[in-house]
């Protein structure tokens, strides 16, 4: 569907409901074109997708969906479940599991953003965004070997990637300077040999017994 004629049926269907607030059939077709559209909701489209899901909660794009309007709202935890139930009813729903890693991101909670992320990799290989967002989680834990294998992935499935491009620029920069830094630091003392620890002992003792 063109950009057009997708903006046109979402405005007739908005129409719909706000003609007739019970149309289920509507609500149902908003869910979906949003869906597709992958679009910021609207306070109707936000209802639509919580409607479609309460008419079909074991609908696994339906839960998607309407996690996708709660996280777009901010509602990080609801949208968490919304996500995971998606996942549970389809366990395939390679965006599910996307969603849910921005969502655990969200809240700080970047191990198991990764690990979701890798699960929308393991049933999407081609799935987009995935690896530079791991990038980013190996970024945090100043893991920058990891971080630039992963970057190199996702231009591998996408050489023209933007943010993979930058991450991987920002990423040769940090490597750097923590290389720096590393450098920077005075070397430790090497531990003392057990016979030189023994020996250092013994005179302290010897001393001891002169005083």
């Known amino acids: 569907m063109k950009n057009g004629d997708h903006c046109a049926a979402t405005r007739r269907f908005q129409h719909a409901i706000k003609s007739d607030k019970s149309h289920v059939g509507a609500h149902r077709c908003l869910t979906q074109l949003l869906k597709d559209g992958e679009r910021s909701y609207s306070p109707a489209g936000a ?9 079909n909660p074991h609908d696994a794009g339906c839960l998607n969906t309407y996690g996708l309007s709660l996280l777009r709202k901010g509602n990080l935890v609801a949208a968490e479940e919304a996500f995971r139930a998606a996942t549970k009813e389809d366990a ?3 965006k599910a599991y996307y969603n849910l890693g ?3 991101k969200d809240q700080g909670r970047f191990d198991e953003a990764e690990g979701a992320w890798r699960q929308a990799l393991k049933a999407n290989p081609q799935l987009g965004d995935c690896w530079a967002n791991i990038a980013c989680c190996y970024v945090q834990k100043k893991d920058y070997g990891r971080a630039k294998e992963c970057v190199n992935k996702e231009l591998a499935l996408n050489m023209h990637h933007v943010r993979a491009r930058n991450l991987a620029e920002m990423i040769g920069a940090k490597a750097t300077d923590h290389e720096e830094e590393l450098a920077a630091l005075p070397p430790e003392a090497p531990a003392p040999s057990s016979a030189a620890a023994l020996k250092a002992k013994a005179l302290a003792a010897l ?4 005083d």
């Open 102 to 104: 921005c969502a655990l």
């Open 47 to 55: 209802a639509s997708a919580e409607r479609a899901t309460n008419d």
């Open 92 to 94: 395939t729903h390679a």
């Open 207 to 210: 001393e001891d017994d002169s």
